[in-house]
């Protein structure tokens, strides 16, 4: 199996990191802009095999995506991460060009290829992504998911001082404040949360899991990295392992949950065509509600870049 990854700055480089310690390409391709950077990055990586005993080839590349022909796989990172006071959605139009010019290159060379999308805005950067590159909506999606339900489990296993193995969750929603997170399916080693933590500890863990990453961009000046490259590559695993797990993906919806062609995070089934399959839950009313906020608000950010293109063709 052959992966690549796009864009060789923190979140890139952990992902690429990833899958090759855990072995889950044969070969990984890190492809950036910058002269020498990919190229560095995946050295490093490869140096480290005969430490943590992995044969994964990492390669990278400035620019050149003859290097990713046929790759089975392909995560795209590029794009400036946001800034203190900046919100994911003040990247649009930065990253939206960015990302359709990576996909571009990308389906030239690997038209088979299932993309991944990480770029922010997430939601949009993978509606930039799925139309530039004319595929299926089961082989272009986006992560966050993943990442939002990991902060949302570690947070709850802070607070009940439980493994974060054990806490099963999922969010539904945008990747943003209008993410939808459902409690109510929400189980520690089977229990029902509810069970084990009182309202007001569970309100305050669901606010913090909606700024989570405001948190991290406010401590550290820049966004964060170990937890959205791992997320990207358990993603890859489940793709190229035909693991068909399930997790909250961001994919295109045509009438599921009563949305037509808005990009969001719903639950799905990921194995080795894409999105095999999207779960739909019995919501209830006033989980609906909040799902139509964030689609109202994806929506928003969706037509801001269809006006962007528009004043740019
Ligand atoms: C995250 O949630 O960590 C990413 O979307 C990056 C960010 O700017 O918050």
């Known amino acids: 199996m052959k992966v690549t990854v796009v ?41 480290k095999a005969p430490i943590n005993l992995y044969d994964t080839r990492t390669v990278g590349v400035t620019n050149d995506y003859s290097k990713t022909a046929d790759s089975d ?23 939206a060009g960015i990302v359709t010019s990576v996909t571009e290159n990308i389906v030239k060379h690997s038209p088979n290829a299932i993309i991944i999308v990480v770029s922010n805005p997430l ?10 590159s004319k595929l299926p909506r089961t082989r272009v999606m986006g ?22 193995k054990d806490i099963q969750a999922v969010l539904m929603g945008g990747h943003g404040d209008t993410m939808v997170p459902l ?17 007001e500890t569970l309100n305050a863990i669901v606010e913090r899991t909606k700024n989570g990453g405001g948190e991290l961009v406010k401590l550290m000046g820049t966004s964060a990295w170990y937890a959205p490259g791992s997320a990207a590559a358990q993603m890859v695993e489940a793709i ?9 993906v961001c ?13 969001l995070g719903v639950p799905v089934i990921l194995g080795k065509n894409g999105i095999e399959k999207i779960i739909e839950l019995q919501l209830n009313d006033e989980e609906k509600q909040l799902l139509e906020t964030s689609r ?3 929506k928003e950010v969706m037509d801001a870049l269809d006006n962007i293109n528009a004043a740019k063709a």
């Open 240 to 248: 190229v392992r035909d693991q068909r797990r399930v997790f909250p």
């Open 296 to 298: 109202g608000h994806v």
């Open 251 to 263: 994919v295109r919806l045509e009438g599921e949950y009563g949305i037509d062609g808005v990009y």
């Open 183 to 199: 409690p109510r399916y929400t189980t520690v080693g089977g229990i029902p949360v509810t069970e084990l933590i009182d309202e």
């Open 73 to 95: 796989v392909v995560v795209i990172t590029s794009g400036l991460p946001r800034k203190p006071g900046m919100t994911r959605d003040d990247l649009i139009s930065t990253n």
């Open 123 to 132: 939601d949009v950067m993978t509606y930039a992504a799925h139309i530039t």
């Open 143 to 164: 992560m966050a998911g993943i990442l939002d339900t990991a902060r949302y489990r570690a947070f709850l296993a802070e607070a009940l001082n439980v493994s974060p």
């Open 7 to 47: 864009g060789a700055g923190n979140v890139g480089a952990t992902c690429a990191d990833v899958l090759a310690y855990r072995e889950i390409a044969n070969e990984v391709v890190l492809v950036d802009i910058k002269e020498g950077f990919a190229e560095g990055k995946a050295l490093d990586i490869w140096q």
